[in-house]
């Protein structure tokens, strides 16, 4: 009988070993791959000056949802405490970030998914990004680098043991960097198909999915986000309140956390009928 207990105590023993063993050697190697260093092309930039190209990047940062995860005023908050990481949305203005950052680092992190010691951003959406034109990321760096500063004092971003095990696979940085060039021009905005395409396909594929046919979200808890096909054939009176409003011709209010209406809203209605004209082409 003892013999049985003592080998018994051994299996469990050697069980637990494994386990702890296991999670130390899987918390390594992903803090190896928090760490990774990523190459990614950036583009030489001319920052414009003028009073049109900075309201043009204020409006951007708006319809792109900069304030959302960065603050009214752009400068940073602690977006969650537990999970994987403390999760912080840095500020931007120049007594943040802005004060050290060059136009390729802005490039960086906007478009590419990467911070200035080249490792991965988590959650900052470059994906929804990743295909604004030289032309106007340069309207939006040349805004961002006129903030006022404003100072706030900002815990570091942390990954937390979880995160460092879900690092080591499940939870795949390297999905948020991206690596291809990013086009020189875009269409004029405006009520047109192709400004509608060069929104839709960059920004709303991020989450609908490449051609809007609809994705699962990455965000634990999010609702499908649904082929927008049908969407493009909703009265234009409807698509705008909904865009504008939240809430869906049914009368149910999509939460802004989810389907980010918000930004949408400060589109200009003529920004947004280009995306209303675009969806009317997809076939459901
Ligand atoms: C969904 C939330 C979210 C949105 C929307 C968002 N960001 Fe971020 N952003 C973050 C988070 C979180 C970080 C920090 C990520 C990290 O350190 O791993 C970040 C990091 C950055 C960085 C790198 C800062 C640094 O510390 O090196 C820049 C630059 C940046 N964001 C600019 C922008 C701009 C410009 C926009 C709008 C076009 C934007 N972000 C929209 C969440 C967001
Ligand atoms: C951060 C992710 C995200 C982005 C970016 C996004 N959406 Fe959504 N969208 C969603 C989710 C999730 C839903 C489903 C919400 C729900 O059911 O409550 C949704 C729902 C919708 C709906 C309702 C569709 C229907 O048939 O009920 C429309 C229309 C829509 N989005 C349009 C857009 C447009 C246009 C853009 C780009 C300008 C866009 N979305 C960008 C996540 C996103």
């Not at 929804?128 to 903030?147: F, G, K, Q, R």
Request: hydrophobic residues 40%; aromatic residues 6%; glycine residues 12%.
């Amino acid at each position: 009988m003892r013999t049985v207990l003592k080998w018994a105590g051994i299996v469990v023993g050697a069980l637990v070993l494994v386990v702890v063993v296991g999670g130390f050697v899987a918390s390594r190697v992903g803090a190896a791959n928090i760490a990774r260093v990523h190459e990614v092309p950036v583009t030489s930039l001319t920052i414009p000056t003028d009073s049109a190209a900075l309201a043009r990047g204020a409006h951007l940062a708006g319809i792109y949802g900069c304030q959302d995860c960065h603050g009214a005023d752009l400068s940073g908050q602690v977006m969650a405490e537990e999970g994987p990481a403390r999760i912080v949305a840095s500020n931007l203005t120049p007594a943040g970030i802005g004060g050290e950052y060059e136009p390729e680092d802005w490039d960086r992190a906007i478009r590419h998914g990467v911070g200035v010691d080249g490792t991965a951003l988590f959650v900052m959406p470059s994906g929804a990004y990743h295909n604004i034109s030289d032309a106007e990321a340069v309207d939006l760096i040349a805004y961002l680098e006129t903030l006022p500063p404003v100072e706030k004092d900002l815990p570091p971003m942390e990954y937390t043991l979880l995160g460092k095990l879900l690092a080591a696979g499940p939870l795949d940085l390297s999905k948020g960097v991206y690596v291809d060039p990013t086009p020189t021009s875009s269409p004029a905005p405006g009520a047109t198909v192709e400004y509608g395409a060069y929104v839709a396909e960059g920004l709303c594929a991020y989450c609908h999915g490449e051609g809007l046919v609809g994705k699962e979200a990455d965000q634990p808890g999010a609702p499908f986000a649904p082929n927008l096909a049908a969407s493009g054939q909703w009265p234009p009176e409807q698509f705008h309140q909904t865009m504008t409003t939240g809430v869906r011709p049914d009368g149910r209010e999509m939460d802004p956390e989810f389907m980010p209406w918000t930004m949408t809203a400060k589109m200009t209605h003529d920004e947004r009928e280009g995306v209303r004209l675009y969806l009317a082409t997809l076939a459901e």
